[in-house]
């Protein structure tokens, strides 16, 4: 049987211990009674109890029981039953205005107190959340709004590039010199893959909020794989301004090939990204016994101390991006993938002067899939 915990704030001694020996023998857990309205909130901040039994007309202190309970509910979801020996208009009045959930008048018999809150109890967890499912409900709808806002206006500019180029090839492809074609296909090229990206990156985060990721570590040459990776950004400007170094022996390891991808290709563009044109991005594996360190550092814009708190939030950019086109995907899906991994990611930046992301993950992982249902 669930035990509760009920805080008695009465600032008439005998009454208040009257009321808490009751509720003892009930079966409640209670605390020493409160005099004063100023008590009752330090104690409910405090203690958290599962209800308040509030004298409404305290005389100790500078509040009274119906100001108490309004300053508690700011902060706090416990509900709050008056008790008050007035029974007048005015009184009842003042405490409906505070939304409790119950009221008794004293003096009262051991029956009505115990009814009054059961159902207080009963009521408010009913309410409370019922309260959080519409919260929760309001949260998803305005992320949704807001992932279709970004991800339609992600899309548009790769889609209008694709467009444009595929219009001037059709329209002036026989008078062009093939470099000049091969220039057009190249951005078509670029943007399939920008867009391809994209949609991974959803279908990834989607997969990861309904808890259905799949972890399927295989044998991987590593240094190959970074490689790789390398090359299949060639047709992008980051590329190119890429400076790969390996340390140690990185020809074995056991990761899952898939979320790598992720998160390396998510660190490498977004060093890229937010760098001034031309600046080197420094990209660095080097492989432990036990451990594979994946180091990427750039020289851009940084990222300020408060949005490092918000880094791996789904949707956040730092206030610092400007027009810099982004989703706020990339960095939530590199977290997610650490973690599978059971590894680490750290990062140290200053605005002004550069980022510096590095991801730690052990060298072999164990062939079991988690993934989650």
Same mark, same amino acid.
């Given at each position: 049987?669930?035990?509760?915990?009920?805080?008695?704030?009465?600032?008439?001694?005998?009454?208040?211990?009257?009321?808490?020996?009751?509720?003892?023998?009930?079966?409640?857990?209670?605390?020493?009674?409160?005099?004063?309205?100023?008590?009752?909130?330090?104690?409910?901040?405090?203690?958290?109890?599962?209800?308040?039994?509030?004298?409404?007309?305290?005389?100790?202190?500078?509040?009274?029981?119906?100001?108490?309970?309004?300053?508690?509910?700011?902060?706090?979801?416990?509900?709050?039953?008056?008790?008050?020996?007035?029974?007048?208009?005015?009184?009842?009045?003042?405490?409906?205005?505070?939304?409790?959930?119950?009221?008794?008048?004293?003096?009262?018999?051991?029956?009505?107190?115990?009814?009054?809150?059961?159902?207080?109890?009963?009521?408010?967890?009913?309410?409370?959340?019922?309260?959080?499912?519409?919260?929760?409900?309001?949260?998803?709808?305005?992320?949704?709004?807001?992932?279709?806002?970004?991800?339609?206006?992600?899309?548009?500019?790769?889609?209008?590039?694709?467009?444009?180029?595929?219009?001037?090839?059709?329209?002036?492809?026989?008078?062009?010199?093939?470099?000049?074609?091969?220039?057009?296909?190249?951005?078509?090229?670029?943007?399939?893959?920008?867009?391809?990206?994209?949609?991974?990156?959803?279908?990834?985060?989607?997969?990861?909020?309904?808890?259905?990721?799949?972890?399927?570590?295989?044998?991987?040459?590593?240094?190959?794989?970074?490689?790789?990776?390398?090359?299949?950004?060639?047709?992008?400007?980051?590329?190119?301004?890429?400076?790969?170094?390996?340390?140690?022996?990185?020809?074995?390891?056991?990761?899952?090939?898939?979320?790598?991808?992720?998160?390396?290709?998510?660190?490498?563009?977004?060093?890229?990204?937010?760098?001034?044109?031309?600046?080197?991005?420094?990209?660095?594996?080097?492989?432990?016994? !036990?451990?594979?360190? *994946?180091? +990427? &550092?750039?020289?851009? @814009?940084?990222? $300020?101390?408060?949005? =490092?708190?918000?880094?791996?939030?789904?949707?956040?950019?730092?206030?610092?991006?400007?027009?810099?086109?982004?989703?706020?995907?990339?960095?939530?899906?590199?977290?997610?993938?650490?973690?599978?991994?059971?590894?680490?990611?750290?990062?140290?930046?200053?605005?002004? !002067?550069?980022?510096? *992301?590095? +991801? &730690?993950?052990?060298? @072999?992982?164990? $062939?079991?899939?988690? =993934?989650?249902?």
């Amino acid at each position: 049987m669930e035990t509760y915990t009920i805080l008695v704030v009465e600032d008439e001694a005998v009454i208040g211990m009257n009321i808490r020996s009751t509720l003892k023998r009930l079966g409640y857990q209670v605390p020493p009674v409160v005099p004063s309205g100023e008590k009752a909130v330090q104690k409910a901040n405090s203690i958290k109890p599962d209800l308040i039994l509030m004298d409404i007309m305290l005389k100790k202190g500078g509040i009274d029981g119906v100001e108490a309970a309004q300053k508690i509910s700011e902060n706090l979801e416990i509900p709050i039953v008056f008790l008050t020996a007035h029974s007048d208009p005015q009184t009842i009045e003042r405490a409906k205005a505070a939304a409790p959930f119950g009221y008794i008048v004293k003096p009262f018999e051991e029956r009505n107190l115990q009814t009054t809150v059961e159902i207080a109890l009963v009521r408010a967890k009913s309410e409370f959340a019922l309260k959080r499912a519409i919260e929760k409900e309001r949260e998803l709808n305005e992320l949704k709004n807001h992932f279709v806002s970004i991800v339609s206006h992600e899309f548009r500019t790769p889609l209008s590039t694709i467009l444009f180029s595929a219009t001037l090839l059709e329209n002036f492809d026989e008078s062009w010199p093939a470099e000049r074609r091969k220039d057009y296909f190249q951005k078509i090229h670029s943007s399939v893959k920008q867009l391809r990206s994209l949609i991974d990156d959803v279908l990834l985060l989607g997969q990861a909020e309904s808890q259905k990721l799949d972890f399927k570590p295989l044998e991987l040459n590593l240094e190959k794989f970074c490689l790789d990776l390398l090359d299949d950004l060639k047709l992008t400007e980051c590329q190119e301004r890429i400076q790969f170094v390996v340390t140690g022996d990185c020809h074995h390891g056991k990761l899952d090939r898939n979320l790598l991808t992720h998160i390396l290709r998510n660190l490498l563009t977004n060093a890229a990204k937010y760098s001034p044109n031309g600046s080197p991005v420094h990209f660095e594996l080097t492989c432990q016994e !036990e451990w594979v360190i *994946f180091r +990427v &550092k750039d020289q851009g @814009i940084g990222i $300020p101390l408060d949005d =490092q708190k918000h880094l791996y939030e789904t949707f956040h950019r730092a206030k610092n991006v400007g027009k810099i086109a982004g989703t706020g995907l990339g960095l939530s899906i590199v977290k997610q993938a650490v973690d599978l991994h059971k590894g680490t990611i750290d990062v140290k930046s200053q605005v002004g !002067e550069g980022t510096e *992301f590095v +991801v &730690k993950l052990p060298r @072999i992982q164990e $062939p079991e899939s988690l =993934q989650r249902s």
